[in-house]
T-cell receptor, first 116, second 114 residues
């Protein structure tokens, strides 16, 4: 398997623009996670899905952020409108969950977002 | 609320040295604990996962221990090499396994000098 795939790897945009980040999880994994990493706050969970259904979105910072998972092989994280404080590295991860297994999460390479 | 702390934030050692990275968590009710490695500009790579019922896990030169009652875990790296230079992150899964959420520490940046 190619692992978790994220696109784009880098995104530079101006304040107020819409940004869409994309993720393809590992085939067979039924959990998908979106994280944000900054120097100040470290790595924070934004939202996670199980079988394409959002389970916990308590980490989504505000209404400007939205995430969807239309099918088992694709998810998007959208920021509209973007602000400079959204600048961070956004990671997607996937797992098979616990339920008798370890629940080990596998991370993608991340998208570095810069909002000017 | 579960909080994870990693001390020190940065560590520099000469090649060949054995070293210990520390991780502490505030709530002992965890399902498991995972150690990750992050290279600059890259994603996270899982190194070791310890279930709450386990005391330690080993993989090659790495050994991770877990003391749930005291809220501590250590990652021991034997005979360090320059290729071990990276940021090491500790993450706990709170509770009894009902949630898949991980809570991360901010990491320890390790530099191994040749």
């Amino acid at each position: 398997d190619a692992g978790v795939i994220q696109s784009p790897r880098h995104e530079v945009t101006e304040m107020g623009q819409e940004v869409t980040l994309r993720c393809k999880p590992i085939s067979g994994h039924d959990y998908l996670f979106w994280y944000r990493q900054t120097m100040m706050r470290g790595l924070e969970l934004l939202i996670y899905f199980n079988n394409n259904v959002p389970i916990d979105d308590s980490g989504m910072p505000e209404d400007r952020f939205s995430a969807k998972m239309p099918n088992a092989s694709f998810s998007t994280l959208k920021i509209q409108p973007s602000e400079p404080r959204d600048s961070a590295v956004y990671f997607c991860a996937s797992s098979q969950g616990t339920g008798g297994r370890t629940g080990e999460q596998y991370f993608g390479p991340g998208t570095r977002l810069t909002v000017t | 609320k579960q909080e994870v702390t990693q001390i020190p934030a940065a560590l520099s050692v000469p090649e060949g040295e054995n070293l210990v990275l520390n991780c502490s968590f505030t709530d002992s009710a965890i399902y498991n604990l995972q150690w990750f490695r992050q290279d600059p500009g890259k994603g996270l790579t899982s190194l070791l996962l310890i279930q709450s019922s386990q005391r330690e896990q080993t993989s090659g030169r790495l050994n991770a221990s877990l003391d749930k009652s005291s809220g501590r875990s250590t990652l021991y790296i034997a005979a360090s090499q320059p290729g071990d230079s990276a940021t090491y992150l500790c993450a706990v899964r709170p509770g009894s396994g009902g949630s898949e959420k991980l809570v991360f520490g901010k990491g320890t940046k390790l530099t191994v000098n040749p």
